[in-house]
């Protein structure tokens, strides 16, 4: 880094030895020159010194009234400034400028759908598959609202569809690979404890992979939010301002450099997943033939072991799995070294099975399960999964804990017992989450390199006595629910 002579390159920790280290990737000629890499936040500065080279021209997309043309998604307002910070994780160029991006040489395109202050299922769907004639990453480090406890179910059918359009269709077929922030409601506090990235739409489906925090240290940060679906984790730094990252900033917003264009106290999930996107990119440029299951199979399979625990035997990479990290600390190095020799993997198959069910969910703690065979499956090594249930008569979904395991025996926890944030009309007395488990659909990568064997999968479900507020000892009468039907879908080859 001090060769290519960035200003404020040794601020960078992430990029130091004991973390991504990736001098090697990029003196061996890999920059990640001819990917190109689409950021999907509130918008980015397109001139900024520090990314202007790197621009794709003609391709942003600017989907606001604000004087600007369609091509020009550049803020106009100092609220939207988390777009650029994402870019330059990404790819800050190596000019001699600031800092470096991941890769450097990546070419970038922006669409600003968090800039429309509300979007239409439409306006999503049309950001996940904006500029797909040349775009092979997208990275969405956003999400929902962190620490409501709520369910967030797909915000519509043309999100959800447009995301599969991009997975099957884009790169001849090899598909858009896309990334998205796990999110930061994981630090438990009075008004939400033990969110968890299952419960936003956006990570449970079965073509987007989901990235956690880790510190400096290469443990889980702490506001990092667990999930079944979590791949992997990257540096996200902390709470602490030490340990935040450094990165690009919109004009006049950062503390540092000329015109303030620099600020070194980014953190986040949303910090984390720019850098397993540019990560992709030099994995592109190394062997364009990778399509987005390949990229997932080989961050995974080449993670390192972090210090997160309770750590659960995996059956791919390290061995290990953890909610809140997933398969382990991303190494670009390693992927990228793998991704140059990787033959593919076989087509992607789906098997889906739905049992309909009159099981009894008694509001007593006590736990019951139902079984489910899926048969005349002709998958023989899991990739991800899916579980969808439809539980009536449910007062709330905050007391459910819900688990998936599978035939051999790897569990997946889905939702456990949590408390929901008071908003007016989620009846704040109760601590009520509002919406019902009726249906809604979970996804889980836990499985990921398992064999498909042979055998039952077992859903096992409790419906916890819930009190009237956190640490509260008047408990609220529910009454009993009953799962009226689940599925499974699987997905692998």
């Known amino acids: 880094m001090a060769q290519l002579g960035e200003g404020y390159s040794g601020q960078q920790w992430h990029l130091q030895a004991a973390s991504l280290a990736l001098e090697n990737t990029w003196l061996g000629g890999n920059t990640g020159q001819g990917v190109v890499v689409s950021v999907v936040d509130d918008g980015v500065e397109l001139n900024h010194e520090d990314l202007a080279a790197n621009v794709l021209a003609g391709q942003s997309r600017n989907i606001v009234d604000n004087g600007k043309g369609t091509l020009d998604p550049s803020p106009t307002t100092r609220d939207n400034d988390h777009g650029t910070a994402v870019a330059g994780l990404i790819a800050a160029a190596a000019n001699g400028k600031g800092m470096l991006g991941i890769a450097p040489n ?4 922006a669409h600003n759908l968090l800039a429309a202050n509300g979007s239409s299922d439409l306006q999503d769907a049309a950001a996940m598959l904006h500029g797909n004639a040349v ?10 609202l962190d620490g409501t406890g709520e369910l967030y179910p797909d915000a519509g059918s043309l999100w959800r569809q447009s995301v599969i359009n991009g997975a099957t269709q884009a790169r001849c077929g090899r598909g858009i690979v896309y990334f998205v922030a796990a999110g930061n409601g994981g630090e438990a506090t009075s008004a939400s404890s033990d969110e968890r990235s299952n419960y936003d739409y956006l990570n449970n489906h079965p073509m987007m992979m989901t990235v956690g925090s880790i510190n400096e240290n290469g443990s889980a940060s702490s506001f990092t939010e667990p999930g079944s679906n979590v791949l992997i984790a990257a540096e996200g730094g902390t709470n602490i301002s030490s340990t935040r990252l450094l990165t690009t900033a919109l004009s006049q917003t950062g503390n540092l450099g000329n015109s303030n264009q620099y600020r070194n106290n980014f953190a986040g999930t949303s910090a984390a997943t720019p850098l397993v996107s540019g990560t992709a990119a030099l994995m592109l440029r190394a062997n364009p033939a990778l399509s987005w299951r390949d990229i997932r199979w080989i961050l995974a399979s080449t993670a390192r072991t972090d210090l997160e625990t309770p750590k659960l035997p995996a059956a791919i990479g390290n061995g290990n799995f953890t909610y809140r990290t997933g398969f382990g600390r991303l190494d670009s190095n390693a992927a990228v070294a793998m991704a140059r020799t990787f033959p593919g993997l076989p087509p992607l198959k789906k098997c889906e099975t739905t049992q309909t069910s009159s099981l009894v969910i008694p509001d007593n703690d006590a736990e019951v399960s139902d079984r489910l065979s899926v048969s005349n499956c002709s998958i023989n090594t899991i990739e991800y999964v899916e579980l969808t249930v439809s539980i009536q008569n449910a007062v709330s979904s905050s007391d459910m804990n819900v688990t998936l395991d599978s035939p051999a025996g790897r569990n997946s926890i889905l939702t456990t017992r949590h408390t929901c944030h008071g908003e007016p009309g989620w009846m704040p007395s109760a601590r009520r989450c509002s919406v019902p488990m009726n ?13 498909f064997g042979t055998g039952s999968w077992t859903l096992r479900i409790s419906d916890t006595i819930r009190t009237r507020a956190p640490n509260s000892m008047e408990t609220v009468s529910e009454p009993v629910t009953t799962l009226r039907n689940w599925s499974i879908t699987v997905w692998g080859h």
């Open 106 to 109: 990546a070419r970038l395109v």
């Open 439 to 451: 249906p809604f659909t979970f996804g889980s990568v836990r499985h990921l390199g398992e064999n």
């Open 135 to 144: 775009v092979s990453v997208v990275n969405n480090s956003w999400g929902n």
